[in-house]
């Protein structure tokens, strides 16, 4: 049976500043000028895993990323948009809602966990254009908190 601790060694991943690890697997050489004026790669991807109560912490960046499930238990990607809070979740079990893949619009403050707290999710995510750190924003509890006010225990939980 593989482990999170395989895959993290035969994938070759690396601790995420986010929370979780990954490793990127590809960048386009061709680039494009992004909303902000900046120049990007046309397109990024990684394998990006969570294991057990570890957590991807509220972030947000300024492009798309679309988000693939591979294997291991369901992965809940927690998003806040105009006051509300949406929880997709990523598997395998379309009949019981979960998706094979899902997408999280540019801008958008949201983070990751393992359902449940116990096992393993590995994912991939492609950004379009293409991530660059320039561009990440790890989330402030407070200032999170402060426009999100009805959502304070999640942020709490992912900050």
Do not use: S
């Given at each position: 049976?593989?482990?999170?601790?395989?895959?993290i060694q035969q994938l070759q991943l690396q601790p995420h500043p986010e929370g979780g690890y990954y490793r990127e697997t590809y960048r386009a050489e061709l680039q494009t000028t992004a909303a902000n004026g900046a120049r990007r790669n046309v397109s990024t991807a990684i394998y990006y895993l969570l294991e057990n109560d570890n957590r991807s912490?509220?972030?947000?960046?300024q492009s798309d990323e679309l988000w693939f499930f591979h294997q291991g238990q369901p992965l809940e990607v927690l998003m806040l948009q105009n006051g509300?809070?949406?929880?997709?979740?990523?598997?395998?079990?379309?009949?019981?809602?979960?998706?094979?893949?899902?997408?999280?619009?540019?801008?958008?403050?949201f983070?990751?966990?393992?359902?449940?707290?116990a096992g393993f999710a590995l994912v991939s995510c492609t950004v379009a254009p293409g991530f660059d750190f320039a561009d990440f924003e790890l989330a402030d509890?407070?200032?999170l908190t402060?426009?999100?006010?009805?959502?304070?225990?999640?942020?709490?939980?992912l900050t």
């Open positions: 049976m593989t482990t999170a601790q395989d895959l912490h509220f972030h947000r960046i509300q809070l949406t929880i997709l979740t990523l598997g395998h079990d379309v009949a019981r809602g979960e998706l094979p893949q899902a997408v999280v619009p540019a801008h958008t403050w983070g990751a966990r393992v359902k449940g707290g509890r407070a200032r402060q426009e999100f006010p009805d959502q304070a225990a999640v942020i709490e939980q």
